[in-house]
């Protein structure tokens, strides 16, 4: 069982930024994908951003050029660097990670951009 925690979300002017962290409970080089999610209200959860073990990473169209993420196996935390905030990046942002075919998720962090 994984388990996932998220942190650093908030409240932001449009154009700002903020770091999303995702600290796991394990060490996340034996993690197969890592990633990061949103969900806005009344919308689905769509994915942001992807990062597997080989550090191959893949974007959502949306945020590409703005986001970026990034994982430090050292201490088991996968980051997402936001950059340019609008005020549709606003979501709860979850983290995920996928090992040996099972899915787990963190419980989420409110990202509110204010325009």
């Known amino acids: 069982q994984v388990q996932l925690v998220e942190s650093g979300g908030g409240l932001v002017q449009a154009g700002g930024s903020l770091r999303l962290s995702c600290a796991a409970s394990?060490?996340?080089?034996?993690?197969?994908?890592m990633g990061w999610y949103r969900q806005a209200p009344g919308k689905q959860r769509e994915l942001v951003a992807t990062?597997?073990?080989?550090?191959?990473?893949n974007y959502a169209e949306s945020v590409k050029g703005r986001f970026t993420i990034s994982r430090d196996n050292a201490k088991n935390t996968v980051y997402l660097q936001m950059s340019s905030l609008k005020a549709e990046d606003t979501s709860v942002y979850y983290c995920?990670?996928?090992?040996?075919?099972?899915?787990?998720w963190g419980q989420g962090t409110q990202v509110t951009v204010s325009s």
């Open positions: 995920n990670a996928r090992k040996y075919g099972r899915v787990y």
């Open positions: 394990e060490n996340i080089f034996s993690i197969n994908v």
């Open positions: 990062i597997n073990s080989g550090y191959n990473i």
